[in-house]
């Protein structure tokens, strides 16, 4: 049997990337219990108690509110396949890699997508939105992305919710890189479909999509004109199975639950006000640290994240052979751009159970050391 592989064993890593995040051995220790079926009644129990911590961390009363089983980019299919149909205009708010992601899904749906803003790293203002509203008074969509990760910069919602509410506009936010780490509102922000992903600051592995309809979002799914091209993201079914029928659908990732679960019972241990605490001042501190060593901030003063760290890189930093340095000497993973922000930038990762005083302390030596053995002479830090 010499063929067979030894059992994986992955490398010791300090996970600072935006996403995965570190997952906390009481959340890996969950997902290691004995699997149980998808129709037991503890599972039932299981699923309900997800659904209300989930409540509580979305900020929301929605009845549906479920982890869809995928990763965030299936939450952000199930968002948009749902409420878009041929034809409805969606309005979509460009900055960065992500927005194309969902501007790329709802051309999928076959919807008249109508581009606002479009340039990366730039929030879009409020009054653009006004205008591309009252262009196109028969939007039936906007799509944002909250904390767009492939360029740092947080784009505000809450006038941008008012705007859609004035206008008979449903709201759909990517929550991905955002929940559990900086505020988000659902309901106190208008938002009628939002949706997150497990890996990033919920700090669970990933493979789970937390995602959130409002009774509007889900009368327009029941009343569509055109059958839903996904029959696996459809969320009439899936209600069905959340519900008291218990209807199946398909498998529930049950060890998957088991973690969301646990990992769940952290956040709301820590307090979300105390969480996103956490996060800004870590991020505050990395920042200003990175600065002070040559690291200018790419988002625009007043807009960045403290979760996703995103800073350009100084001349003595050579983007490819210094991340994989990073990696090989000191196990620390950090982003590099993506697009045309390739080399140009880093994107360090400050989510869940990753941002820690130790991870922030842990990189910037690792970044001296790498800075004084290319510099020799240039005394690290200063
Ligand atoms: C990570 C991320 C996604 C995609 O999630 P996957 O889990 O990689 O599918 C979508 N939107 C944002 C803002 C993200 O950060």
Redesign the pocket.
Known sequence: MGDIPPRFEPPIRRLMA??PSQADIRVREAMAQPVIGHLDPATGQLLNEIQAMLRTVFRTENVLTFPVSG??????ECALMNVLEPGDVALLLVGGA?AE?MLEIARRCGADVRVVGGEWGRPIPDDEVAVALASHPDAKVVGV?H???STGVLQPLEGIGRLCEEHGAMLVV?A??SLGGIPVEVDGWGIDVCYS?S??CLSVP?GL?PITFSERAVNVRTNRATPMHSFYLDVLPISQYLGSERLYHHTAPISMLYGLHEGLRMVLEEGLEPRWRRHAELGAELLAALHERGFEPYAPEGYRLPEVVGVRLPDFIDDKPMRRRLLDEFGIEVAGGLGDLAGKVWRVGLMGESCTRENVEAVLAAIDTLAASVRPGVSSGA
């Not at 990763?71 to 952000?76: D, P, R, S």
Request: glycine share 18%; no cysteine; hydrophobic share 35%.
């Open positions: 935006p996403g990763t965030g980019t299936a939450g952000m992500f992601r992305v904390a767009e990760t990517d991905v890189a992903g890996q990033k990933p999509a």
